[in-house]
């Protein structure tokens, strides 16, 4: 059965800090991972798609890596904004999607 | 344009009642989802629909029932509501071909009394 796995819970930075936050999954046969943001009381934007076969993808500010081997993604954020504050969730797509707990991010200004 | 829509924003009901949640999108895409967050913001696949046929239906309570009146449509039902209904419900789709790229609505939350 896959878990995803999102460390930390929750994490807060100063503003102009570079990050890292985690994604850890159980079955390595997916067939994308992808990363979300989630505001307060609003739906998931989609941030960045990694297909199985890929490494990374980079979007503005936004790095994602996938080591599908070890079951590991991570979403690099650097320069934090104010704005960046919001829900990251990951979610790997096998059959069906599963979606990580996510990790509250609060970019101190 | 909103890319995929769903309402109402706000549902709120007594107990017992019957209710719908509607969704739409206009990205062409041929499978659309329906997802429940709870309160610890968990969210969770209930059904997914492809070219109108239901392909995915996660232990979900028969008191749910996606209907899908066309491939740009997916209506979510829920009868007989109960006070652990009380969650924010998501529409989804995505598209064979673009790397199944998931797109949201904003979501409709619904708080059952």
């Known amino acids: 059965k896959q878990e995803v796995t999102q460390i930390p819970a929750a994490l807060s930075v100063p503003e102009g800090e570079n990050l890292v936050l985690n994604c850890s999954f159980t079955?390595?046969?997916?067939?994308?991972l992808q990363w979300f943001r989630q505001d307060p009381g609003k739906g998931l934007t989609s941030l960045l798609l990694?297909?199985?076969?890929?490494r990374e993808q980079t979007s503005g500010r936004l790095n994602a890596s996938l080591d599908k081997s070890s079951g590991r993604s991570t979403l690099y954020i650097a320069a934090s904004q104010p704005g960046d504050s919001a829900t990251y969730l990951c979610a790997v797509r096998l059959g069906k999607i599963i979606f990580g707990k996510g990790t509250r991010l609060h970019i101190l200004p | 344009d909103t890319a995929v829509s769903q309402t109402p924003k706000y549902l709120v009901t007594q107990m017992g009642n019957d209710k719908s949640i509607k969704c739409e999108q206009n990205l062409g895409h041929d499978t659309m989802y329906w997802y429940k967050q709870d309160s610890k913001k968990f969210l969770k696949i209930m059904f997914s629909y492809n070219n109108k046929e239901l392909i995915i239906n996660e232990t979900v309570p028969n008191r749910f029932s996606p209907k899908s009146p066309d491939k740009a449509h997916l209506n979510l039902h829920i009868n007989s509501l109960e006070l652990g209904d009380s969650a924010v419900y998501f529409c989804?789709?995505?598209?064979?071909?673009?790397?199944?790229?998931?797109?949201f609505g904003s979501g409709t939350q619904l708080s059952v009394l």
């Open positions: 990694i297909q199985s076969s890929q």
């Open positions: 989804a789709s995505s598209q064979e071909g673009t790397g199944r790229k998931l797109f």
């Open positions: 079955d390595s046969a997916i067939y994308n």
